[in-house]
């Protein structure tokens, strides 16, 4: 189900696919230029229906109005969350993540957004050749449990783990296309081991 909601700098648009008895709801955001299409937001995707939890892919309101150059870093926080505080989650443990941007987002937004875990699909930790540039202060920033997808030859850079941080390296670059297997595989495992189980589909 497609469903476009109002945020403060105009509509934002939320892929919805429900999971029946579902206890987790994964709610991930696309790249700067890209679309919910990308393949590792896909492949995660993927992996949280497999294990019975909702999962709602959020397009920014800029790539709904048409346009691939991301708004300032305030709407896109601000959209992200009046998207999140319309969704109907009541009762579901919240996951945020995205890819890239989408990350830094998810990041940014967690504590305001009662997530209880991130996962960030090729998190930017620096522009390209500008390591002086580091944005793992976002990261280092959430407190709850989070995930780390990055391609081994990223050339946004590498971030390393941390006590609440697991980072896993697959092939492949920023687009992570190479690695969409290993991500699929990789966030099952994590969102298993939080307790997104197809417990949720047991006979009733």
Known sequence: MTVDIDTPYGPARAHLQASEGATTALVLGHGAGGG??????????????????????????????????????????????????????????????????????????????????????????????????????????????????QGARDPFGMPPPAPNRTVVEVDGDHSLRAGAKAVEAAVGEWLSARGARASARAPR
């Open 36 to 149: 919910v299409n990308a393949p590792d937001l896909v492949a995660a995707k993927r992996a949280a229906l497999a294990l019975g939890a909702s999962v709602v892919l959020v397009e920014q309101p800029y790539r709904v109005a048409g346009r691939r150059s991301p708004a300032p870093t305030p709407q896109l926080d601000a959209a992200w969350l009046s998207v999140i505080e319309q969704l109907d989650l009541d009762g579901l443990e919240l996951i945020v993540g995205g890819r890239s941007s989408g990350a830094r987002v998810a990041c940014r937004t967690a504590a305001d957004a009662g997530a209880a875990g991130v996962i960030c699909l090729a998190f930017p930790v620096h522009p390209p050749g500008r390591p002086e540039k580091s944005r793992l202060d976002e990261l280092d920033a959430v407190t709850v449990p989070v995930l780390v997808m």
